[in-house]
Nanobody, 122 residues
Framework: VQLQASGGGLVQAGGSLRLSCAAS????????MGWFRQAPGKEREFVVA????????TYADSVKGRFTISRDNAKNTVNLQMNSLKPEDTAVYFC????????????????WGQGTQVTVSS
């Protein structure tokens, strides 16, 4: 099972990036998927989760109105459109799939991608 994240990079404040995560090895069409991030010296934090059918999503307050998650179960992918980026969004972003609760809490089985760096300059 592999989750491959891509799309990170360096962007100026106010700019946009689109992260993608492709799953292989098994289908996650019946699992929640989400994104988490970890900034230097900080713990990993929840960003957003989306339910298995793609109809319901929950966002951390810090990204509401700026980030949008979507998924394509036919392609086994999840995407994160990030707009109006701020320097405080700088972190390594990880995609995840499995037992992810709408609150961002994690259950017993969660698969993680390798992370992609997002750097927002001021």
């Amino acid at each position: 099972v592999q989750l491959q994240a891509s799309g990170g990079g360096l962007v100026q404040a106010g700019g946009s990036l689109r992260l993608s995560c492709a799953a292989s090895g098994r289908t996650f069409s019946r699992s929640a998927m989400g994104w988490f991030r970890q900034a230097p010296g900080k713990e990993r934090e929840f960003v957003v989760a989306i339910d298995w059918i793609g109809r319901s999503s929950t966002y951390a307050d810090s990204v509401k109105g700026r980030f949008t998650i979507s998924r394509d179960n036919a392609k086994n992918t999840v995407n994160l459109q990030m707009n109006s980026l701020k320097p405080e969004d700088t972190a390594v972003y990880f995609c995840a799939a499995g037992d992810i609760r709408p609150s961002g809490g994690l259950g017993l089985t969660v698969y993680w991608g390798q992370g992609t760096q997002v750097t927002v300059s001021s």
